[in-house]
């Protein structure tokens, strides 16, 4: 699990395409203190493990799964992509609780400045869309988010100084691709309550005043 506070942006200084998977070679320094192999580090959103450790770099497999849903094939050497450890209990949870298991990609449409923020409009699919709320979270290219406005097309978010330059989020440009990592709180519940579409079966038992009072909640 990771929380959505970037630790540093690292470099992409390599990478070897497979049939449909690919090897990431990246540069970093902060994240690789005390990192071994089969860790889990977050690369732009995207939980991914240590299968190399070299002098200041990290190899990392990506599986064809991830090439579909993510933004990591559309990767070249010399990008720059945003790197976080996985939590430890110990630590402060800064940001919100990201698992690192991307739900799909967006576009940014727009960055408009407002005085010391930039605001940035996402758009993406209608299935990504239902799970965002208003002064929800949502992980974008692993930054943990506020969201300020959402429709049934876009959401927008307001980027501070210190997020600007701590990330690789106001280096993009519209039209380009970024992962997003919904709230799982809203997932979860839509299955509980048996939700999520004609595809899905519906929960043997709803959440109700009965189902709460036969488990001992009430």
Do not use: Q
């Not at 990478?15 to 089969?38: M, P, Q």
């Not at 450890?85 to 800064?94: I, K, P, Q, S, Y």
């Not at 330059?165 to 691709?177: F, I, Q, S």
């Not at 299955?191 to 488990?215: C, F, M, N, V």
């Amino acid at each position: 699990m990771f929380t959505g506070i970037i630790e540093e942006m690292g470099v992409l200084k390599g990478i070897k395409h497979g049939a449909k998977s690919s090897v990431l070679t990246i540069a970093a320094d902060k994240v690789l203190e005390g990192t071994k192999l089969g860790d889990s580090i977050c690369t732009n959103g995207v939980c991914l493990t240590v299968t190399k450790l070299g002098s200041g770099t990290f190899d990392a497999d990506v599986m064809a799964e991830s090439i579909r849903r993510t933004n990591l094939g559309d990767l070249k050497s010399g990008d720059r992509v945003n790197l976080e450890r996985a939590l430890r209990l110990c630590d402060r949870l800064g940001g919100h609780i990201v698992s690192g298991h991307v739900d799909g990609t967006g576009r940014i449409r727009s960055l408009v400045r407002e005085d010391n923020a930039v605001w940035v409009t996402i758009e993406t699919k209608s299935e990504i869309l239902k799970y965002i709320i208003e002064k929800g979270s949502i992980t974008i290219d692993g930054i943990s988010l506020t969201v300020a406005y959402v429709d049934h097309e876009i959401f927008k978010v307001s980027i501070i100084p210190h997020t600007g330059e701590e990330t690789t989020l106001l280096k993009k440009k519209a039209g380009d691709k970024v992962n997003l990592e919904n709230d799982l709180i809203g997932k979860y519940v839509e299955k509980l309550l048996g939700g999520g579409g004609e595809d899905r079966k519906p929960a043997k038992e709803t959440i109700s005043e009965d189902y709460l009072r036969k488990y001992g909640f009430i």
